[in-house]
């Protein structure tokens, strides 16, 4: 197996789940519930896009097309996001829930590649883990405080954490080259990955009226890493490359 191959197919996830996240995020800008959280999501978009931004260049240095035609001209069969990523925002509870079991899941991630054996992912990785750290802070923030406020807060926020779960466990599918990264120290591993993050999961709702419910009892929804992906997917691609593709050869 060609260390290339392998790199593709988890850098190719990270990028995408950033870059569909990121988008998502922006579309928080000017109706967020409080002026600040308008201003946070936007904020953490422009983060996302960015880190999805360098990851896509990670890719070019590799053979890959550039960025801007990566993320602008693939239809969604192409894509590798989890589905967690690419479902519409709904009520602010999903919104706030999603934030945090993703970003918790991110965070994690980039402190397991900034120890990657393939260097140019290791100091991304080193910086990007800086940036996300803060927008943990922010969704454990809301979650904590919301979660043990009033009945209805906590009656929405635990529907939006059960309609959640399944997705969020999406995002651990494991890769087709597990053995060969782990192996070849470019990454411990979904598996790795998925128990220390509910490990922190498990630890930010203790401190919450919230219920988790057995992680036996969830079935996790894959398919997303290999092109498996919900009918929402294809209709965000089209609005976010609406300008791209009017002329694909424009300089700025």
Not at 18 to 43: C, K, M, Y
Not at 83 to 109: C, G
Not at 164 to 176: I, N
Request: glycine share 6%.
């Amino acid at each position: 197996m060609q260390k290339e191959e392998i790199l593709k197919d988890l850098l190719y996830k990270i990028a995408d789940d950033q870059l569909i996240i990121g988008h998502r995020n922006s579309e928080w800008t000017g109706v967020g519930p409080l002026l600040e959280e308008d201003i946070a999501f936007s904020s953490m978009a422009q983060d996302k896009v960015g880190q999805s931004w360098a990851i896509y260049k990670l890719l070019e240095d590799i053979g890959e097309t550039e960025p801007d035609i990566n993320a602008f001209t693939r239809n969604a069969e192409q894509f590798h996001n989890s589905q967690l990523v690419e479902l519409p925002n709904q009520d602010y509870d999903f919104s706030l829930m999603r934030h945090v079991l993703f970003d918790y899941a991110e965070s994690i991630r980039f402190e397991m590649l900034a120890l990657s054996s393939y260097e140019p992912l290791a100091q991304l990785a080193q910086k990007i883990k800086g940036e996300i750290k803060y927008h943990v802070m922010h969704g454990r923030s809301f979650v904590r405080k919301l979660g043990s406020s009033t009945e209805e807060a906590i009656i929405r926020l635990q529907k939006a954490l059960d309609y959640s779960l399944p997705y969020a466990l999406g995002v651990f599918e494991p890769s087709k080259y597990e053995d060969e990264m782990k192996e070849a120290l470019i990454f411990e591993g979904e598996k790795v990955l998925e128990e220390r993050w509910k490990e922190q999961i498990e630890t930010i709702l203790k401190g919450t009226e919230l219920q988790l419910p057995n992680w036996n009892d969830i079935e996790p929804i894959y398919g997303g890493r290999y092109g498996i992906h919900t009918d929402h997917l294809q209709p965000l691609l089209d609005e976010m490359s609406e300008v791209f593709n009017v002329d694909p050869t424009a300089e700025w």
